[in-house]
Nanobody, 122 residues
Framework: QVQLVESGGGLVQAGGSLRLSCAAS????????MGWFRRAPGKEREVVAA???????TYYADSVKGRFTVSRDGDKSTYLQMNSLKPEDTAVYYC????????????????WGQGTQVTVSS
């Protein structure tokens, strides 16, 4: 089992930045690929970014490329640095973990955090 806890969300003006953190506990963290997802009001959960077990491979949704950066700190935490935030980035952000390679599918991830709210004002 893996337990995940996100932090770092909040209210920010458009153009601002936030850094989300996801702290993992339980089974050995570095065997899992990690994903960041978000759910905006009235929309389905969607992938934002993902990072491989070793951190050498990453994925970004087109909507966040060039603005968001995913990273991980070995077996401790994963992070999502969000710059140039837009009102359309407003959502609850979740981190998720899965064995082996990362995936862009929510269904592929068995472990989820509780989510952290990000609100971007215009």
């Amino acid at each position: 089992q893996v337990q995940l806890v996100e932090s770092g969300g909040g209210l920010v003006q458009a153009g601002g930045s936030l850094r989300l953190s996801c702290a993992a506990s339980g089974r050995t963290f570095n065997i899992y690929a990690m994903g960041w997802f978000r759910r905006a009001p009235g929309k389905e959960r969607e992938v934002v970014a993902a990072i491989s077990r070793g951190g050498g491979s990453t994925y970004y949704a087109d909507s966040v490329k060039g603005r968001f950066t995913v990273s991980r700190d070995g077996d401790k935490s994963t992070y999502l640095q969000m710059n140039s935030l837009k009102p359309e980035d407003t959502a609850v952000y979740y981190c998720a973990a899965k064995p082996s390679a990362y995936s862009t599918s929510t269904a592929a991830y068995p472990y989820w955090g509780q989510g952290t709210q990000v609100t971007v004002s215009s």
